[in-house]
């Protein structure tokens, strides 16, 4: 149940992010209506919950709600990768890198390193 | 008292000289990460138990202990309910045995508590921004820096960006995701929280800022070489390569190009894995380490408690 909200919520955040202008709770319903069958509750339901998490805001119009999305999901993809270099250093425990950070000069070191034992079987 | 002092004495020793031993010893750990991490854990383990003991041993008497635990039971309830019997160096001791595993379980419970619930956000916004593959076994996301990550716990998931896809060969990324498949079958979180917790618990004592630091390294030498169990080295060395340039600067700390050097030298230039010598003895080590506190802490008792004893059979 809980995983099959939220890939609704995935669903309708893309729908919304590709749209890239306002719609009401109706223009998402017929919008996901040529793929699935759903409720007109249930994408009221989830698109609440996503204006509750501050993904989505909100202003009325008529007697119903139109919703935007808050920022870009290139913006949110940002924000996300960020947080998690940045919680690479302090926090080993939360996610584990392949790869720590390296200033450029250090990265140089590593392709001269690679230089030194080109791999077998692929032009480096 | 004695065993008290000694084990002041090795808590102390140990908890400076240590880390300057594993440091001479690096080369040596590079050969065998996974032994490496257990001694490492088995020094932190080590000093905080004779800490422990060192303070009980001298809170607690050592002909008390020989007396059996009824009567130890009672003279701490004594020294605990009016005071009586209660010297200075129990008054000292004693909370000193009660605070430093208290400090050191709430810690590791606050890594484990805060890893949760950013991983638990983490997770539900990759959920939202990120489509699962299932040919790869990860989440893809779509970005351009070059990065591989992997987010464990329960719902264990393994990451990786477009930019890292466009620029790995095929058995590149297979080989990436490897290495991070070994962080989570191994989890590897849990051993860092520990390092973590105890690095925290107790700042400024070389041994466990040290041992966080070649933990968190030697676990990358580890997934590496569990990776290369199945994947050419050279495709380790090169997705290294591959991922550490490209990178854009505002995001680099450099915190790991030493550590990343090492593993490209490694993987192109194995060295031998250690002699059944060495290994035995790196495992005769970690046995000394996690038994020998508990060993010296239970020495006057043991010939308190023979002396008692055997005085009553000398009487019968």
Known sequence: ?124 | MIAGIVLALYTIVAAIWLPELGRRAARWAERAPRLAIMLWQAAGVSVVASAVLAALAFAVPADVVGHGLAELFAICADMLSDGSGLTWTSAVALPIAVLVPARAAYCGAAVLLRAHVERREHAAMLGLLGRHDTDLGAVVIDYDERLAYCVPGRHAQMVITTGALHTLAPEQVTAVLEHERAHLRGRHHLVLAGAEALARAFPGVPLFERARTEITRLIELLADDVAARRHPRAQIAAALVRLATGRAPAFTLGAGGETALTRVRRMLNPEAPLRRRERLTGLAAVAVLLGGPAMVALVPSVSSFLAHHCHSLFIL
């Open chain 1, 1 to 124: 149940m809980i995983r099959g909200l939220g890939e609704l919520e995935s669903t309708i955040m893309d729908w919304l992010w590709a749209r890239r202008r306002p719609a009401s709770v109706r223009d998402v319903l017929e919008g996901l209506r040529q793929e699935r069958v759903i409720a007109y509750t249930t994408v009221m339901t989830v698109m609440d919950n996503l204006h509750t998490k501050g993904l989505l805001k909100r202003r009325p119009v008529g007697r119903a709600y139109v919703y935007e999305t808050v920022a870009s999901k290139e913006a949110y993809t940002a924000g996300l990768m960020r947080r998690a270099l940045a919680g690479s250093g302090n926090q080993a425990a939360t996610l584990v890198h392949f790869l720590e950070q390296l200033t450029p000069e250090e990265a140089a070191a590593l392709e001269a390193a690679l230089q030194v034992f080109p791999p077998r079987g692929r032009p480096a």
